[in-house]
């Protein structure tokens, strides 16, 4: 293998802007969680609502062309799911892991079992025309940084803005107050006026949109629908909120770091002769998730002292 290819100077920046568009679904999902686990409420079925995401927003793309009208259904029908998980974890106070988990085989199986019912069996599977990447004058010209930053798909754009505003939500807002007042201490919340219970509803519906937008920017890179489409991702991101010590601007950091040890396998998979070399290709497949892992299990031992909400996880039952 050539590793000029992969690592030489005429394909970093190719390299680095694969990274850019493969990161950002996980940054999206990752700032939503962010603010749910903020108010305490911990939303396992990310991965589930990012799949239900992609399946609409593909569905609706195919039979309007419309990109953004695909990440707005694919958004809409996340906060949907996120539903089941508030109805389960903040009306009925059911354990939040189970329902997590149990929403992402539903989210799963109900993403495969529409695309069925729509497309059928077909021997040639339905593609889509995503976005296309905006050429922003003299911004996209810049060397290096130009074609890196300033030549992404108008969704991507999209949705660091929504990061952003997630973070600005959460650290300089009075809601984002009643939000981490909500996860640390929800009692105290509770007796100067703040419902907690409307306040984790609030951030799981912010939560469950972001994931099915991010499912949705999945589906605008790649074009097309398949099980597993969004490839754990829904997970990565629950890691990277970790990473992101439940900051949303900390996740950038984090999904880029898994959006360049993945767009690093596929460039060096592409170059060693992908399935055809005598490396198991799912080695490569692995690199990413391996990473992130090892990523999260050294912040934990570098941050001794956790700094997640006191009351993640904990349900919350007012007095009457």
């Known amino acids: 293998m050539n590793w000029s290819d992969?690592?030489?100077?005429?394909?970093?920046?190719?390299?680095?802007?694969?990274?850019?568009?493969?990161?950002?679904?996980?940054?999206?999902?990752?700032?939503?969680?962010?603010?749910?686990?903020?108010?305490?409420?911990?939303?396992?079925?990310?991965?589930?609502?990012?799949?239900?995401?992609a399946i609409i927003a593909f569905v609706t793309v195919y039979y309007t062309g419309q990109p953004m009208l695909g990440a707005v259904t694919g958004a809409a029908a996340g906060l949907v799911i996120a539903a089941i998980v508030g109805y389960l974890t903040i009306t009925m106070a059911v354990d939040q892991i189970i329902t997590g988990i149990s929403v992402v085989i539903l989210g799963t199986g109900l993403a495969s079992f529409l695309y069925l019912q729509v497309f059928g069996m077909t021997g040639t599977p339905p593609r889509i025309q995503g976005t296309t990447p905006l050429d922003l004058p003299v911004l996209s010209d810049l060397p290096v940084l130009g074609p890196i930053?300033?030549?992404?798909?108008?969704?991507?754009?999209?949705?660091?803005?929504?990061?952003?505003?997630?973070?600005?939500?959460?650290?300089?807002?009075?809601?984002?107050?009643?939000?981490?007042?909500?996860?640390?201490?929800?009692?105290?919340?509770?007796?100067?006026?703040?419902?907690?219970?409307?306040?984790?509803?609030?951030?799981?519906?912010?939560?469950?949109?972001?994931?099915?937008?991010?499912?949705a920017l999945v589906i605008d890179s790649l074009g097309f629908f398949q099980d597993g489409i969004t490839g754990g991702r829904g997970w990565i991101a629950l890691g990277v909120v970790i990473l992101a010590r439940w900051n949303p601007l900390g996740a950038i950091a984090g999904g880029f770091m898994f959006g360049l040890v993945d767009a690093f396998q596929l460039r060096v998979q592409a170059a060693s002769g992908g399935q055809a070399t005598s490396v198991p290709y799912e080695l490569f497949q692995a690199m990413p998730y391996a990473v992130t892992l090892l990523a999260v299990i050294a912040t934990t031992v570098w941050f001794s002292r956790s700094n997640s909400p006191k009351a993640l996880g904990i349900p919350f039952v007012p007095a009457k």
């Open 6 to 53: 992969v690592l030489g100077a005429g394909a970093l920046v190719p390299l680095f802007t694969a990274a850019l568009r493969l990161a950002v679904p996980i940054v999206l999902a990752a700032a939503g969680a962010c603010l749910a686990e903020r108010s305490g409420l911990m939303n396992l079925g990310i991965e589930g609502q990012m799949m239900v995401g």
């Open 149 to 215: 930053v300033f030549s992404q798909s108008p969704l991507v754009y999209l949705a660091l803005a929504l990061v952003v505003a997630l973070w600005w939500v959460l650290t300089r807002t009075a809601f984002g107050l009643s939000i981490r007042a909500a996860g640390e201490s929800p009692e105290a919340a509770d007796s100067v006026g703040v419902s907690v219970p409307r306040t984790r509803w609030s951030t799981l519906l912010i939560s469950g949109a972001a994931a099915g937008m991010a499912g």
